[in-house]
């Protein structure tokens, strides 16, 4: 079985994003161990050194850490980093663009801000 990735983007990207989901959905609880590299090559069907590019993205974010000779585990408190890190990612991809276009549109502020509540009912 294999997961489709998304060919726009690097899939060691698409690796790290994977596993914060697990972690923001409670599939991965703090302190739990992640699946093994070669586990991470075989479900998604690529080469265990992009799943490790993938995985060591996280450790370098201290949202994994590795216990030598057992493997990868969820750091504690790092859903509230992962939150806070998408927060500013969600700000800069889609706030900021959203703005400048209503902007260009000469959509004012409350305008903006009316069709942000629609769009939430519906």
Request: proline share 4%.
């Amino acid at each position: 079985m294999s997961f489709p990735m998304d060919d726009s983007r690097p899939i060691f990207v698409q690796i790290a994003e994977r596993v914060e989901n697990d972690i923001l959905e409670g599939i991965l609880p703090e302190e739990s161990q992640v699946p093994s590299i070669n586990q991470f090559a075989a479900f998604y069907q690529i080469n265990p050194a992009t799943a490790l590019k993938g995985i060591n993205l996280l450790v370098d974010q201290g949202i994994l850490y590795k216990k030598r000779g057992i493997g990868m585990f969820v750091a504690t408190g790092v859903r509230e980093i992962i939150v806070s890190k998408r927060k500013e990612q969600f700000y800069e991809q889609y706030v900021v663009s959203m703005v400048k276009e209503a902007h260009k549109l000469g959509i004012t502020a409350e305008q903006l801000t009316d069709m942000i509540k629609r769009g939430a009912k519906e």
